[in-house]
């Protein structure tokens, strides 16, 4: 099974970018389909981005977070990444990666069958 481990939560001003990393251990990120979810205070955990496991079926992102923020991977560091950018407060929560055997992302957190620990992300002026 494979482990993920999320770095590089923060504290950050509103309209500032932060990137969120999540390191695959176990086996190859290129094997695994991969999403990201956060859970705002007070709120269910949702869905922000997924990606596919082999890129041929792209990146798939909440719609209102589309344009804002960008999910990719890095094979030779066998890492996935989110990238964020003009965040707002709303923004604000814990965020977490996540990975399923097959191909295919999807933005609904119980197809996934491995998650990381989370990392908080805030945003505040």
């Known amino acids: 099974q494979v482990q993920l481990v999320e770095s590089g939560g923060g504290l950050v001003r509103p309209g500032e970018s932060l990137r969120l990393s999540c390191a695959f251990s176990?086996?190859?990120?290129?094997?695994?389909?991969g999403g990201w979810f956060r859970q705002a205070p007070g709120k269910e955990r949702e869905a922000v981005a997924c990606?596919?496991?082999?890129?041929?079926?792209?990146?798939f992102y909440e719609k209102s977070l589309e344009g804002r923020f960008t999910v990719s991977r890095d094979m030779a560091e066998n890492t996935m990444y989110l990238q964020m950018s003009s965040l707002k407060s709303e923004d604000t929560g814990i965020y977490y990666c996540?990975?399923?055997?097959?191909?295919?992302?999807?933005?609904?957190?119980?197809?996934?069958?491995?998650w990381g620990q989370g990392t908080q992300v805030t945003v505040s002026s």
């Open positions: 990606i596919s496991a082999d890129d041929g079926e792209g990146a």
């Open positions: 996540a990975a399923r055997s097959g191909q295919l992302c999807s933005m609904k957190e119980e197809l996934y069958d491995s």
């Open positions: 176990g086996l190859p990120v290129d094997r695994y389909a």
